[in-house]
C-alpha cells in the first residue's frame, strides 16, 4: 500500500544519500497503490530519483518479484505483523527492516533493524548489507529460507496453533 504508515519517503530518502554518497547505481520497484501516490511521485521528482524507483500498481507475483531483487527494504513506520517480512524470508533475500513492529521477533538474528524515521541509517543498513560478501550472502539467504520454514510454514503454524489449543484443554474431562 502506498499509504503513510509504510513511509516510503524514509525510504526515498535513504535511497538518495546513498545515490549520493556511493553513486550507487540501482533500480527500487514499489509494489502497491494508494492514496500517497501522487505525493510519493513528487517525492521521487524532487530527489531525482526518476530512474531508480519505479512504481509497478498492483501485482499478484511478488514471490517472483522478491527472487530477483538483491535486496528486500521495510521501511514502514508501524506494523501489527508485517508478513512481507515473512514472505522475504521464505524468498530468501536479504532484508532491511525499520523496528516496525513485530520485525525483531521475525527476522531473529538473521538481520539487525534500523530505528524508524532514520534516512541515513537507513542507508548505511542497505549499503552494508549490499556489500556483503558473496559467502555471507549465501549464508544469510540459507537461514532466511529456513526460518521462513521452521518458524511460519503452515504446517508448523498448525502445529503451534494446535499444541496451543491442547495446552487450554489439559486436564479438562
Same mark, same amino acid.
Given at each position: ?30 509494489? +502497491? ?7 510519493? !511521485? !513528487? ?81 548505511? !543498513? ?9 559467502? !555471507? ?33 489439559? +486436564?479438562?474431562?
Amino acid at each position: 500500500r502506498l499509504h503513510y504508515q509504510k513511509d516510503y519517503p524514509n525510504l526515498f530518502y535513504s535511497l538518495s544519500i546513498l545515490k549520493e554518497k556511493y553513486n550507487l547505481m540501482f533500480k527500487c520497484l514499489i509494489v +502497491g497503490e494508494g492514496d500517497d501516490y501522487e505525493k510519493l !511521485k !513528487k517525492i521521487v521528482f524532487q530527489l531525482n530519483l526518476n530512474n531508480e524507483i519505479v512504481f509497478l500498481g498492483l501485482r499478484d507475483d511478488i514471490p517472483q518479484l522478491m527472487k530477483l531483487c538483491d535486496l528486500y527494504i521495510l521501511p514502514s513506520l508501524f506494523e501489527g505483523l508485517p508478513t512481507v517480512l515473512i514472505e522475504a524470508l521464505a524468498a530468501s533475500c536479504l532484508i532491511v527492516s525499520t523496528d516496525c513492529g513485530g520485525a525483531k521477533e521475525i527476522l531473529g538474528n538473521i538481520t539487525d533493524v534500523v530505528p524508524t524515521q532514520t534516512p541515513n541509517l537507513l542507508a548505511e !543498513k542497505i549499503y552494508s548489507t549490499l556489500n556483503l560478501s558473496n559467502d !555471507k550472502i549465501n549464508i544469510v539467504k540459507k537461514l532466511s529460507f529456513e526460518r521462513a520454514n521452521n518458524l511460519f510454514s503452515l504446517e508448523k503454524m498448525n502445529l503451534n496453533w494446535l499444541k496451543e489449543y491442547n495446552s487450554k484443554f489439559e +486436564g479438562i474431562e
